[in-house]
C-alpha cells in the first residue's frame, strides 16, 4: 500500500495489537535499538498485509495506520 491517498483501516483487535508493539518498539534513530522489537513490529505489519522496507517505514507505517483508528466491524 503505497499510495497515500489511501486510508487503510485495520480492526480493534489489529489496531490493539499494533498499538501494544508500537509502544514497545524504540525509536530507530535513537542509538540501541537491537532489541529485536523493530523484527516484531515488521512481523505484525507483515500479518496485515503491509510490507514496510526498514525499521524507519514501519514506525512511520505503523504510526499512519494508528492514527488512521480502527474500522467498524
Do not use: C
Not at 525509536?27 to 505489519?45: F, K, Q
Amino acid at each position: 500500500m503505497e499510495d497515500d491517498e489511501e486510508k487503510p483501516e485495520l480492526t480493534r483487535e489489529q489496531w490493539e495489537k499494533l498499538n501494544d508493539q508500537f509502544q514497545r518498539t524504540p525509536d530507530p534513530n535513537e542509538g540501541s535499538s537491537a532489541s529485536g522489537e523493530h523484527y516484531i513490529l515488521v512481523h505484525i505489519l507483515n500479518q496485515f498485509g503491509f510490507r514496510p522496507t526498514s525499521r524507519n517505514a514501519a514506525m512511520k507505517l505503523a504510526e499512519r495506520l494508528l492514527s488512521n483508528g480502527w474500522k467498524n466491524e
